[in-house]
């Protein structure tokens, strides 16, 4: 019988101890929690398992590979997300190579010369570690661990000692409490101040970053920014604190929204009084593009 239980019994970081003293291969499942009419002893809602949220593998204690549910962890969108592909070059590539294993991709895109051995190593590993450090600040849903089962053999898997892990990830939580407090509300919106081409003069961003700055408008919440880049409520707090830091951008209200919800966390607006906006891409992005490609 496979090991399983819900992450508020028993978490994240708990289970990685116990795989990496047991040395267990195998692969984590984390679903979305369905309420039932049961209660377990302690009196909390029993939950069912319902759609996949995550899955994580591992070999013989090592963690080799993680995989959200709702994001595509192939190749190209890894190298994308690393910046070592454009949107451009990720579009064309998929097109061009839809049925080809991330194992024979790789080898294209070496000989090709798009990217290095060591970049494709280097960025399939920080997916890995993104999607555990996201998982060890999920407080609530059921799991299941399946001995023995691992990812398909066209996949990249890149091992990592899970000693590490679980102490960077032990740092990071205390990291995204202080986010949280600093940034508690999500449906705030940014503003570049005034004069952003002096600014933004000789910084040097991160792909992630350049991407959220992208989306700089008063009409667009960060959680829509968010959204739209396919970024965690963490990446997004962590980019923005910052960008604010540096002085690159401003926290404000959404036009219309009440004054009251500057510091309520995760209280998004109300559907019936305020409309939320479509993302809409930033009037000054055509200056950072100028000074990005300067840069």
């Known amino acids: 019988m496979p090991l399983q239980g819900n992450l508020r019994d028993f978490s994240t970081t708990q289970l990685l101890n ?32 319902g759609a996949e949220r995550a899955r994580v593998a591992f070999k013989v204690g090592k963690l080799i590979g993680a995989q959200l549910g709702a994001q595509d962890g192939n190749l190209v969108s890894v190298l994308n997300k690393a910046g070592k592909l454009t ?7 998929r097109e061009r190579a839809k049925n080809t294993s991330d194992k ?9 010369n798009y990217v290095s051995q060591r970049d494709i190593v280097a960025s399939v590993q920080q997916h890995t570690l993104d999607v555990v450090y996201n998982l060890l600040t999920w407080l609530e ?11 398909s053999a066209d996949r990249i898997l890149v091992p990592i000692d899970l000693e590490n892990v679980i102490i960077e990830g032990a740092r990071r939580i205390r990291e995204i409490e202080q986010l949280t407090v600093h940034l ?5 919106a940014l503003k570049f101040p005034e ?21 700089v408008n008063p009409r667009n919440t960060i959680r829509q920014i968010a959204k739209a880049n396919n970024m965690s409520e963490i990446e997004i707090r962590r980019i923005v604190f910052g960008l604010e830091q540096a002085g690159l951008v401003e926290i404000v209200l959404p036009p ?3 004054a009251s919800q500057r510091t309520a966390p995760g209280n998004a607006a109300n559907p019936q009084q305020v409309r939320a906006p479509n993302v809409e891409r930033s009037v000054v992005e055509r200056i950072i593009n100028r000074l990005r490609s300067n840069g």
């Open 18 to 49: 116990l795989i990496n003293l047991a040395g267990k291969t195998g692969t984590l499942v984390i679903f979305e929690g369905i309420k039932t009419n049961e209660k377990d002893a302690i009196g909390n809602v029993k939950q069912a398992a």
């Open 87 to 93: 949107d451009d070059q990720a579009r064309i590539i």
């Open 104 to 112: 024979a991709l790789a080898l294209l895109l070496i000989n090709a």
């Open 141 to 151: 849903s059921p799991f299941r661990f399946e001995d023995s089962l691992l990812p």
């Open 184 to 188: 508690p509300n999500l449906d705030m």
């Open 195 to 215: 004069n952003p081409r002096e600014k933004f003069k000789g910084i040097h961003l991160s792909v992630e970053e350049w991407r959220v700055v992208s989306f």
């Open 256 to 258: 219309g929204a009440a």
